[in-house]
């Protein structure tokens, strides 16, 4: 079997003019991603050198959903985009020791580029589907690949500036940064697909976005949750796949609220008799899903004083739940000192229902969903 050649591939669709548009706007897809990945890291970090905004409440809530959104619209681009370049790795390079090294070293970089963006989006994919077909740790994996990818993309840009500003300045149309061989006309014209690409990328949009955006919620195929669920809140990880029932469910449960060695012991009818707050709080999830609410309950910060913890004092979380990763989460100062900072005892006026975390939980504002801990068993000031 013969390998191609770039002159097997003689549409007139696969030219840098388009490469360069559709390239532009999985430029910007990226960086958005990027930056609202960060805070999203930031966020969910166990430390914070500099305190995480607790306003606006909906802060978390737009930046995860324009992560979500952002990389959703990058599938399309990115494909899109690869298909218009796919003949150039066929391409012979230049007789000589230097043009050699050189396209080894563009492959190379492209190689990484291309492994490290098509890494991102199907594990982001993967993880808003809620699908694991993994053993590491999505978190740090997702993190640590963004900034091969970010890194690589900028190397991209950076060599392929004359022809991304050739291609821009110029009509789509235009043959001048053609490969030769690419003469024939495709099926569509070059704006035709230009066009379908905008309307694919759309509509990827819209098929994610309806998990953030209420009024979207009918034309989402893809966001299945979104008011799903009692109270009209989407359950993440219901009661029983917790395996908390029969521990949530108890008359013997009691919430723990310690400092050092002072602690004290509620059950749900004393969190009842304390002041009560009410707030319109949403849960964002970081797998892209949001949903507002309104919780009622004891707020975290009067607990606090129960105790005599001072102003100032991260706070760690614990779940009835005995295993996974959210059992245990850090509710940091600026929020365990917020006073809508809620454990939460009834959502929408009727009792927290057990699948979204009773007897009490968690729900603070502007605040990754993972986070807002269900089931809580004991509150206690981090040392
Ligand atoms: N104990 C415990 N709390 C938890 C979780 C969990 O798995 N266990 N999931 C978290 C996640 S990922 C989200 S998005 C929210 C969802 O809350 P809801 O199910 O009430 O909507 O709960 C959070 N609290
Ligand atoms: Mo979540």
Redesign the pocket.
Same mark, same amino acid.
């Given at each position: 079997m013969r390998l191609p050649t770039e002159d097997d591939f003689p549409s007139r669709l696969r030219s840098a003019a388009v490469t360069a548009r559709v390239g532009l706007w999985l430029g910007v897809c990226f960086a958005v991603c990027f930056v609202t990945g960060l805070v999203s890291h930031y966020a969910q970090a166990p430390d914070h050198p500099v305190p995480f905004p607790a306003s606006p409440v909906w802060g978390y809530r737009v930046t995860q959903g324009l992560h979500v959104v952002t990389g959703t619209a990058a599938v399309p681009l990115l494909l899109v985009k690869l298909w218009t370049v796919y003949p150039r790795l066929f391409r012979r390079p230049e007789r000589g020791w230097r043009p050699l090294v050189l396209d080894l070293l563009e492959r190379g970089s492209v190689l990484i580029l291309v492994a490290a963006a098509v890494f991102q989006l199907a594990s982001g994919l993967a993880n808003s589907a809620q699908w694991y077909p993994w053993s590491f740790s999505f978190r740090t994996t997702h993190y640590a690949v963004a900034w091969v990818a970010i890194g690589s993309v900028l190397l991209h840009v950076a060599v392929k500036l004359p022809v991304i500003r050739a291609a821009l300045g110029a009509d789509v149309d235009d043959p001048a940064l053609d490969r030769p061989a690419a003469t024939r006309p495709g099926v569509l014209t070059r704006r035709g697909l230009l066009r379908t690409t905008w309307l694919a990328a759309g509509v990827a949009v819209l098929a994610t976005a309806g998990s953030t955006v209420p009024l979207l919620r009918r034309v989402s195929v893809l966001a299945v949750r979104s008011g799903d %669920?009692p109270q009209d !809140?989407? !359950?993440?990880?219901?009661a029983s796949?917790?395996r =908390?029932t029969a521990s949530a469910t108890s008359g013997a449960y009691r919430l723990v609220v310690a400092n050092g060695d002072r602690s004290i012991e509620l059950s749900r009818s004393d969190l009842l008799a304390m002041p009560q707050s009410t707030h319109d709080l949403p849960?964002?999830? !970081?797998?892209g899903?949001s949903?507002n609410g309104t919780w009622t309950g004891v707020p975290v910060r009067h607990l606090l004083d129960q105790v005599g913890a001072p102003r100032g004092s991260d706070v760690l979380v614990t779940?009835? *739940?005995e295993s %996974? @990763?959210?059992?245990t989460?850090v509710l940091h100062a600026s929020f365990a000192d917020d006073d809508r900072t809620l454990l939460a005892l009834a959502?929408g006026g009727e009792p927290l229902s057990l699948?979204? %975390?009773f007897p009490a939980?968690?729900i603070a504002p502007d605040r @990754? %969903?993972?986070? *807002?801990?269900?089931? =809580?068993a004991r509150i206690e000031v981090r040392t």
């Open positions: %669920g !809140v989407p !359950v993440n990880k219901s796949a917790a =908390v849960i964002a999830c !970081v797998e899903w949903a779940s009835l *739940q %996974g @990763p959210f059992t989460t959502l699948d979204h %975390g939980r968690v @990754p %969903g993972v986070l *807002q801990t269900k089931w =809580v």
